[in-house]
């Protein structure tokens, strides 16, 4: 079964510390990959998103991700967190095909102490 | 920009209770979901459809089912709710083609008693 894997459950850093955040999923097809994240109290917002093209991809706030299609990969970073960047953090993926149902991992909920 | 609306916040129900859910959005988007979130569970996908009068189970339909009459507003129903239906629940659209992902509404926080 296609499944999405966030290795990470609970990230607690310090501010301006670097962000790395591990997403791995299991489809040999055609994918298009996403990262959303969701802050306190707020509803899913997409960060950032990955069709084709350059396998790295830039979202909103500083944050970016690389697609290594061998490794079945789509790594959220972050070179300088902000206490801001408090939340929890999903990656999901998009199979090929005509459902347009989304996999979600299981979410990686991150803490930035001042 | 698209909307997903979602018709509660929060909603306390009783054990037994028939619970409507709903969720309207306004962009002609063919596809919509519902989602329950639980901590370390991540979204679990409930039903979906994909066009007016069509749904398809997802991953956990088991205690809930689904009704879209309109294209514009996709209802989840709990037959007779329990404590383990309490959650966050999530409905969500996008268009056909797929492209941009997700549009979420804000969710709808239900506490079964």
Redesign the interface.
């Known amino acids: 079964a296609q499944s999405v894997s966030?290795h990470n459950?609970h990230v607690i850093l310090s501010e301006a510390a670097s962000l790395e955040l591990g997403c791995n999923y299991s489809y040999g097809g055609t994918v298009?990959l996403?990262w959303?994240v969701q802050y306190p109290g707020?509803?899913?917002?997409?960060l950032l998103?990955y069709?084709s093209g350059d396998p790295l991809v830039k979202g909103i706030k500083g944050f970016e991700a690389e697609f290594i299609k061998s490794k079945f990969s789509f790594n959220l970073r972050k070179p300088s967190v902000q206490w801001s960047d408090t939340a929890e953090y999903?990656c999901?993926v998009?199979p090929g095909g005509a459902?347009?149902?989304?996999i979600?991992?299981?979410?990686t909920l991150l803490a930035v102490q001042p | 920009d698209v909307k997903v609306t979602q018709s509660s916040r929060y909603l306390v129900k009783r054990t037994g209770e028939k619970v409507f859910l709903e969720c309207v959005q306004d962009m002609d988007h063919e596809?919509m979901?519902w989602?329950r979130q639980d901590p370390?569970?991540?979204?679990?996908?409930i039903y979906?459809s994909?066009d007016v009068k069509m749904k398809e189970k997802?991953d956990i339909p088991e205690g809930y089912s689904v009704s879209r009459e309109k294209k514009e507003r996709f209802s989840l129903i709990l037959e007779s709710a329990s404590t383990n239906q309490t959650s966050m629940y999530?409905c969500?659209s996008?268009t056909?083609g797929?492209?941009?992902?997700?549009t979420?509404?804000?969710?709808t926080r239900l506490t079964v008693v």
Not at chain 2, 40 to 45: A, D, F, V
């Open positions: 966030q459950h298009n996403f959303y707020q509803h899913l917002q997409l998103k069709f999903f999901a998009l459902t347009n149902k989304l979600f991992g299981t979410g | 596809n979901f989602y370390g569970l991540g979204l679990r996908l979906f994909y997802g999530l969500a996008i056909s797929g492209g941009y992902g997700y979420f509404g804000s969710g």
